[in-house]
């Protein structure tokens, strides 16, 4: 989604600026631009189309400068991605604005701005704003009062850095909806969509509260709240290190976070797990007695935190003997669930801004669900903010819009939350110290996996040419399968479909060919035979498949049938294991297709609107 940097400084802010951008690039985009200050308090305004770097090229050979600056970098929502609908906007060359999210009313307010003599050169709902604030401006509001008026007439999402030329060393955040944080230095201060654009220049940090709007100077920042009272909002200091967002010699951003799943998993049970047990603190301080009343579990998140969802359902059911519910955040919010009142409404993701996600949340809170609990990456985000209980997944930042080592930490978090709910019900403690014993041989075996790197690239060369595939998964292999189609389109453009296996035969078969291939899941479970059947009705139609196999399961290989094995692993963890390969296979599918691995086209890392 959308990126915003903003900076007031006593030095020149546009490199601060440019830096800021390009470590947003990674949350998707269509075009960049950015506004400063200059000495004589005039707006210089530079937008692209494309890449930060065109945008780059542009200011070296005209330069700006100023100590008062916004930039942006934007995925299109309303108009197309132009120049002209690029951000900053300004109106009247006299204030400048930055924005992030969705203003549901922009018709209306664009055709009454209109009727009062305004001109508009966008296409965009953004517009609205800059103009709307010029007005109450032009009535002798201050630059904070005119935002402020201006964001009561607003519906919708929002997050907006603006800045003015009557107060050249001012600069108004304000957020409803769409994450903003301020970041904090010695006579200067700056505002990110995240902390990541701004870690070259401060680990420091404070994060707005939904309402709240910042008035920032060089010497100070003023918070208020949606009420317009003025409060403190703590400063947190991040871990994250200036580098922590760099290739450090990999090719893709998402290669690097596939091969540090190992670390990634290790760092999520650190602490978490001792003597064969899984401690109810690590859930929160008064998590004991939550969990003790819980009776059922109901998931909701979205994408790829979605399908870990999915796969823990038959944990929780499985193995820990709690009902569980999995739905998309996106419908689960506009419908009107019958809620039993000792259920735990988790919530994963792995920004925390997920906009469906924490809708979800906040109307869960109305419908009386007992308890919530999310699983995590971000520190200080929306959705662990406003959690009872909060599980982090320590993957560290993931960069690459497919997300890769998110899921597989979210998959060792959710294991750890069905342990400790599972010895509240069916779950024995031998069972518990077996499940502990395979989380903690998890980075070995997911090293191992990594291991077939090699083979996997060769297999991908026979899909550069390919426009569609299968993937094929039982039991909680399915939900993998899912991911597995869901990577290999998001970033080659493959059409894939995922299904139960047992489904081959209402429907899907009717696809198969020999320009169909079919990749398939195939631990050595109690499901195994059932899925070597469904295999031989493929082979019957001439279809090529790939299967990713236990070694031990003897899966033929013949003309049609390539193999490849993996090495035995226990039921319980086997999802998290067999998703590394897939992973793996889209990546190098990508990479022979041309395609841009790490920001995929009409794609955003983070969904911050409905």
Not at 84 to 104: K, M, Q, S, T, Y
Not at 262 to 283: K, Q
Request: proline content about 4%.
């Amino acid at each position: 989604m959308c990126g915003i940097v903003g900076a007031v400084a006593e030095r020149g802010v546009t490199p601060i600026l440019l830096e800021g951008l390009r470590r947003l690039e990674y949350r998707g985009y269509d075009s960049a631009g950015l506004a400063v200050l200059n000495g004589a308090a005039v707006i210089e305004q530079r937008r692209v189309t494309g890449k930060v770097k065109v945008l780059e090229d542009s200011l070296r050979d005209v330069p700006v400068s100023g100590t008062c600056g916004i930039a942006h970098t934007r995925w299109a929502t309303h108009g197309v991605p132009s120049d002209r609908n690029a951000h900053p906007h300004i109106c009247n060359d006299r204030v400048a604005l930055v924005h992030n999210g969705i203003i549901e009313n922009h018709a209306e307010l664009r055709e009454r701005q209109t009727s009062d003599g305004h001109e508009f050169s966008s296409e965009t709902d953004t517009e609205v704003v800059v103009h709307r604030i010029h007005d109450f401006l032009e009535t002798g509001h201050d630059l904070l009062q005119a935002v402020r008026d201006t964001t009561t007439e607003l519906d919708g999402a929002f997050a907006l850095g603006v800045v003015c030329i009557d107060e050249p060393g001012r600069l108004i955040a304000a957020r409803r909806g769409s994450p903003l944080v301020i970041g904090i230095g010695f006579g200067e201060h700056f505002i990110a969509s995240d902390v990541f654009a701004l870690l070259p220049v401060t680990q420091r940090f404070m994060f707005l509260e939904d309402g709240d709007i910042a008035d920032i100077r060089r010497e100070s920042v003023r918070i208020y709240d949606a009420e317009g009272n003025i409060v403190e909002r703590p400063v947190r200091v991040s871990e994250l290190s200036a580098d922590a967002a760099e290739k450090s010699g990999y090719r893709h951003f998402m290669l690097k976070e596939i091969f540090s799943q190992p670390v990634a998993v290790a760092e999520t049970l650190e602490g978490r797990v001792e003597n064969g047990t899984v401690s109810d603190n690590i859930f929160g301080v008064h998590a004991g007695k939550i969990l003790d009343s819980v009776k059922s579990v109901q998931i909701v998140a979205c994408g790829t935190s979605y399908h870990a969802g999915m796969v823990a359902r038959y944990w929780f059911e499985g193995l820990a003997g709690v009902p569980c519910s999995v739905e998309v955040a996106s419908e689960f919010r506009y419908r009107k669930p019958v809620v039993n009142g000792s259920t735990l409404f988790v919530t994963i993701s792995q920004s925390g801004e997920t906009a469906d996600t924490l809708a979800a949340l906040r109307e869960a809170k109305h419908w009386g669900y007992a308890h919530s609990l999310a699983i995590c990456n971000v520190p200080e985000s929306s959705l662990t903010r406003e959690s009872e209980l909060v599980l982090m997944t320590r993957a560290g930042p993931e960069i690459g819009v497919a997300s890769t080592k998110a899921f597989t930490t979210q998959l060792t978090a959710l294991m750890l939350l069905v342990i400790a709910l599972g010895k509240r019900h069916a779950l024995s403690s031998e069972m518990e110290q077996r499940l502990v014993q395979q989380l903690e041989s998890l980075p070995g075996r997911i090293n191992a996996v990594l291991e077939l790197n090699d083979k996997i690239e060769k297999w991908a060369h026979h899909f550069a040419n390919k426009e569609h595939a299968l993937y094929l998964g039982r039991g909680s292999m399915y939900p993998v399968a899912m991911e597995g189609a869901l990577k290999i389109k998001e970033i080659s453009y493959i059409h894939a479909e995922s299904y139960p296996a047992g489904e081959l035969k209402h429907g899907p078969l009717a696809l198969v060919d020999e320009n169909m291939p079919v990749l398939a899941v195939a631990p050595n479970n109690e499901l195994l035979e059932k899925l070597k059947s469904n295999l031989e009705e493929v082979r019957a139609r001439g279809g090529q498949l790939y299967v990713f196999a236990d070694s031990a399961t003897n899966v033929q290989r013949t003309d049609g049938v390539h193999v490849l094995d993996i090495a035995a692993v226990e039921d319980e963890v086997a999802p998290i294991i067999y998703t590394i390969p897939l992973q793996l296979f889209a990546y190098h599918v990508a990479v022979l297709k041309g395609a841009d691995v790490d920001q995929p086209r009409n794609l955003a890392k983070s969904v911050t609107v409905e």
